[in-house]
């Protein structure tokens, strides 16, 4: 049984930091590309940032330059330091991971944390 389990959110003051960790867990033979999703209210999830396993990342236009992910192959983590957070960033955020187990290659995700930027 694979996990994904995140860690990290909680409220902040426009223009603070929050750095969300994710830790995949289970019978994992390899991590394939991990990334970070979000959700607002009343909108569609949409991907704020990728990183493949050698290390190639990409971003969603409007967290460039404010938000870095990274990840340690050797620890099966992934994590996202977001800086200069602004209320539009406010989501639910949801680690997602491409993982190969035993029978399966398959995405896998984890069960949200909340990112609230407001005064």
């Known amino acids: 049984q694979v996990q994904l389990v995140e860690s990290g959110g909680g409220l902040v003051q426009p223009g603070g930091s929050l750095r969300l960790s994710c830790v995949a867990s289970?019978?994992?033979?390899?991590?394939?590309?991990m990334g970070w999703y979000r959700q607002g209210p009343g909108k569609q999830r949409e991907l704020v940032a990728l990183?493949?396993?050698?290390?190639?990342?990409n971003y969603l236009d409007s967290v460039k330059g404010r938000f870095t992910i990274s990840r340690d192959n050797a620890k099966n983590t992934v994590s996202l330091q977001m800086n200069s957070l602004k209320p539009e960033d406010t989501a639910v955020y949801y680690c997602?991971?491409?993982?190969?187990?035993?029978?399966?290659?398959?995405?896998?995700w984890g069960q949200g944390t909340q990112v609230t930027v407001s005064s």
């Open positions: 997602n991971a491409r993982i190969r187990s035993i029978a399966t290659v398959q995405d896998y």
């Open positions: 289970g019978s994992i033979f390899s991590l394939y590309p």
């Open positions: 990183i493949t396993s050698g290390g190639s990342t």
